[in-house]
């Protein structure tokens, strides 16, 4: 995905990108761009609003010094030379084979410099964006499975960088090396560094499907739910009653998973400054169209690009259905990292221990003492839990409890 980021060339976000598997590479995690010298104060909030905890600068000091960073000193900040002050071989137009032959240890800091980063995405770059950051960019790619073809086409977006020149690496890396796993593990990077890099990279299998799912059913699931929150009383007041705790103390707010955007524009419409995010493509696209005020976009509560104790509220509005059990530690923790002191979150789901499918989406019931506590572990305290019998809503017959929680990050020095 190309960023809109006027001050730079050459960047986008490698989320998206096939694996050979079936899998993808995971919004976010990956983002590449020219040197950022030029970028505003507007500019850098933007990188940090996109989630990045690290930035990887590949430049010679002598760039540096030319084209200060204006990240230079940051903790997410790490600069590492991937090449020679002084280039002592040729360097062919068709192939990056010597970079990779002459720079061993500089690509192998810089590879570990991606491994070992916090979470959050990694922004790798050099001063054009192309030559070191795409050969860098391909070695990480290819080890979380996208295949040489993908990862030349994706080089190949970047102005005056042909393909070929991709698989012409590729290929020396395979001939003189026996791969790219292999030419790593030369020069010094541990199994560890190659598996934390596959991780960070790779998009969780539950997430790809989940997404398949919904994009398959955006347009369908709308019609069938366009005016389902109108006939919730008890839905609407205890969104209303969220949107008075968060007026007290008011600020950013977002919807994760957000689907077609109702209960995001019913908040709108209470005075919250809101926005939602989905997995899905199409269901961000169906939001988008049907509520224009609202802003909507591409994200996963899994991975959430929100600066650190910024947001006055956070809704999870029968969004969490669709999490594995394994998941929710984790996410919770995101959860508490976003929200800023004091500020709530609203959780909605159905009551059970069943794992219901329907349509290919697999919809995870969940008993609320069980969420409460994983709340609790991520350091969210209850603020409020009820239940709500089985009703009837456009036709449509609940069979099970919904569960309402609402949670707070503890105010500063509590």
């Known amino acids: 995905m ?23 590479i995971r919004d976010g995690a990956l983002l590449r761009s020219d040197h950022h010298a030029a970028m505003t104060p507007d500019d850098v909030a933007t990188v940090r609003s996109a989630g990045v905890s690290r930035i990887v600068d590949l430049r010679r000091p002598a760039e540096l010094a030319e084209q200060p960073s204006p990240f230079a000193g940051d903790p997410i900040y790490t ?20 970079l990779l032959d002459h720079n061993q240890a500089r ?14 995405g990694v922004l790798v770059h050099c001063r054009g964006g192309r030559d070191r950051t ?10 979380a499975g996208v295949g ?24 020396h890396a395979e001939q003189a090396y026996g791969g790219v796993e292999n030419y790593l593990r030369g020069i010094g990077i541990e199994q560890r560094h190659l598996d ?8 969780p299998a539950h997430l790809t499907e989940t997404r398949a799912g919904w994009d398959a059913v955006a347009d369908w699931y709308t019609e069938q739910f366009r005016d389902d929150l109108p006939t919730r009383i008890w839905d609407r007041a205890l969104l209303a009653g969220f949107a008075e705790l968060v007026g007290a103390a008011p600020g950013l707010v977002v919807e994760v998973g957000s689907g077609p955007g109702v209960t995001t524009a019913y908040l709108h419409s209470l005075g919250l400054d809101i926005s939602g995010i989905d997995l899905s493509p199409e269901m ?18 899994t991975d959430l690009p929100v600066p650190d104790a910024s947001l006055a509220g956070l809704v999870a509005w029968y969004s969490i259905i669709n999490l594995p059990d394994e998941e929710l530690p984790a996410v919770f923790a995101g959860f508490h990292r976003v929200l800023a002191p004091g500020a709530p979150v609203i959780l909605a789901f159905q009551t059970g221990d069943e794992i219901v499918v329907r349509r290919d989406i697999n919809f995870h019931r969940r008993r609320p003492e069980a969420v409460e506590a994983l709340l609790a572990d991520a350091g969210l305290d209850l603020v409020l839990r009820t239940i709500r ?19 707070r990050r503890p105010s500063a020095g509590q």
Not at 88 to 94: F, K, S, T
Not at 134 to 143: D, E, F, N, R, S
Not at 284 to 301: G, I, K, L, Q
Request: proline share 8%; charged share 25%; glycine share 6%.
């Open 107 to 120: 690509v192998a800091a810089a590879f570990r410099a991606i491994a070992e980063a916090p979470p959050g």
């Open 2 to 24: 190309i960023l809109d980021w006027p001050a730079c060339r050459n960047a986008r976000d490698l989320g998206g990108l096939p694996t050979l598997d079936g899998g993808r």
């Open 389 to 407: 019998e089985p009703a009837e809503h456009l036709g449509v017959v609940e069979t099970v409890p919904q569960a309402y929680l609402v949670a």
């Open 79 to 98: 600069h590492v030379s991937m090449l020679m002050d002084v280039t002592d071989y040729e360097y062919p137009a068709d192939s990056y084979g010597p």
């Open 148 to 171: 040489p073809e993908v990862v030349a086409e994706d080089y190949a977006r970047s102005e005056d960088c042909p393909a070929a020149t991709m698989i012409n690496t590729l290929a």
């Open 284 to 301: 961000v696209a169906v939001a988008r169209r049907d509520h224009p005020h609202v802003r909507f976009r591409v994200v996963s509560m």
């Open 196 to 203: 934390a890099v596959r991780e960070r990279l790779r998009e």
């Open 134 to 143: 795409g050969t860098l960019v391909a070695l990480a790619l290819t080890v």
